[in-house]
């Protein structure tokens, strides 16, 4: 099987000052998972390294660089899953790992249970041997000042630079023509702290299946929920693969655009998502401003949001 990767950096108001920060970051995560996938890696090895990327990138909201709530603290969601076996490792409300997306991995290979949140999540951490570090190391001036400005006056996006749900993430297909799906976020701007939107649930911000695809998701994560977003695009893409073959080309695209319609239409929500169909074709579709993206060309080469 041809591998195949495709990530993104959130679906938000980009400002032009950001535009630049954001292709490089989601060129950089593209060099980390294709050398994973082109000398034969795994699709689980390829997404976890292609996020770490882009949760260590702080232009975006994961990771380091993440949103603050309320209370002015970091508290981080990810998710990773197996689109062969269908198991999924999720985290939400981490406040002292740096890379979430590692945790939900380790959830996922080492854990009985799907999700763990808050204190039992970053217990889990220790005991596999992941570093904790101090929550003030991943938070930045720019969030920082942006949180004071919320306080000060009332909570508004502009303050965010356009963020209001950024997340990132990243789909792969490997040679065992295995999918699998990752996201991670640090969620929205001046939210309530416990809040976990879509980005580490199964389903609304992230799903994998090798029968049809994995999708990961980007957006207001109230609305999203509300229409299941990623599982909804995996459908799409199940039925699409049923299809005329000189239908299937454009199933991937019409997929994630009928999703975001889908979105607006039935939940008034804004947002994007990431796919790759079974065969490793990629879609992608958004209805902000902008959305931070990039795939691999057939040919090898990398395409990256303009
Ligand atoms: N989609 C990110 C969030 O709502 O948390």
Not at 1 to 15: D, E, R, Y
Not at 220 to 237: Q, S
Request: hydrophobic share 40%; net charge negative; with cysteine.
């Amino acid at each position: 099987m041809k591998p195949s990767l495709i990530v993104h950096g959130g679906a938000w108001a980009i400002p032009d000052e950001f535009v630049e920060d954001c292709r490089a970051g989601c060129r950089r995560a593209l060099e980390a998972g294709w050398e994973i996938l082109a000398r034969g890696g795994s699709a689980l090895d390829a997404v976890e390294a292609a996020i770490v990327v882009l949760e260590d990138d702080p232009v975006f909201d994961a990771g380091t660089g993440s949103h603050l709530n309320r209370e002015g603290r970091v508290e981080l969601d990810a998710i990773v899953m197996d689109g062969k076996s269908l198991k999924a490792g999720a985290v939400a409300v981490v406040e002292r790992v740096r890379n979430p997306i590692r945790l939900a991995r380790k959830v996922l290979e080492s854990c009985e249970h799907m999700m763990l949140v808050g204190a039992g999540a970053e217990q889990f951490a220790v005991e596999q041997g992941l570093p904790v570090c101090d929550p003030e190391e991943l938070v930045i001036e720019r969030e920082r000042a942006a949180w004071r400005r919320c306080r000060e006056g009332a909570h508004s996006w502009e303050h965010h630079f356009g963020h209001e749900g950024g997340t990132v993430g990243a789909v792969a297909l490997d040679r065992e023509g295995n999918v699998v799906a990752g996201t991670s976020t640090g969620g929205t701007c001046c939210k309530r702290p416990g809040r976990v939107g879509d980005s580490p649930l199964v389903g609304c911000g992230c799903y994998a299946d090798v029968q049809a695809g994995g999708v990961s998701c980007t957006g207001w994560g109230e609305a999203i929920m509300k229409i299941v977003m990623a599982k909804t695009a995996v459908d799409y893409l199940r039925h699409s693969a049923a299809a005329h073959p000189a239908q299937q080309a454009a199933a991937p695209h019409a997929a994630a655009s009928a999703c975001v319609r889908l979105l607006a239409e039935r939940a008034g929500g804004r947002g994007g998502l990431i796919l790759l169909d079974r065969d490793g074709r990629p879609g992608f579709a958004f209805n902000t401003p902008r959305m931070a993206y990039g795939y691999v060309a057939p040919d090898g080469s990398f395409v990256v949001s303009p």
